[in-house]
Nanobody
């Protein structure tokens, strides 16, 4: 089994900061990309940031300059540093991984359970 476990969400005031973490555990041969998505009530799930293995990071226009995605490959963990938070950042944030469990199994998408981020005064 593979699990993605997020942490770090919570309530923060506008202009504040949060750091989300997501650790992948279980049988993992290789992680090709990790990403953060978010979904606000009544909205479609959207890509926030992605960090492919060996590739450049990419961010949604709405978070460029404020959010930073990073990885700790030794821990199979991805982070999202969120600064200058705005009320419109309020959403459930989901961790995503494109990974291969074993050398003989295909690449597969995995999702975390989500962590709530609320930006409000």
């Amino acid at each position: 089994q593979v699990q993605l476990v997020e942490s770090g969400g919570g309530l923060v005031q506008p202009g504040g900061s949060l750091r989300l973490s997501c650790a992948a555990s279980g049988s993992i041969f290789s992680i090709y990309a990790m990403a953060w998505y978010r979904q606000a009530p009544g909205k479609q799930r959207e890509l926030v940031a992605v960090i492919p293995s060996g590739g450049s990071t990419n961010y949604a226009d709405s978070v460029k300059g404020r959010f930073t995605i990073s990885r700790d490959n030794a821990k199979n963990t991805v982070y999202l540093q969120m600064n200058s938070l705005k009320p419109e950042d309020t959403a459930v944030y989901y961790c995503y991984a494109d990974l291969q469990r074993t050398i003989v199994t295909p690449r597969t998408d995995y999702w975390g359970q989500g962590t709530q981020v609320t930006v409000s005064s």
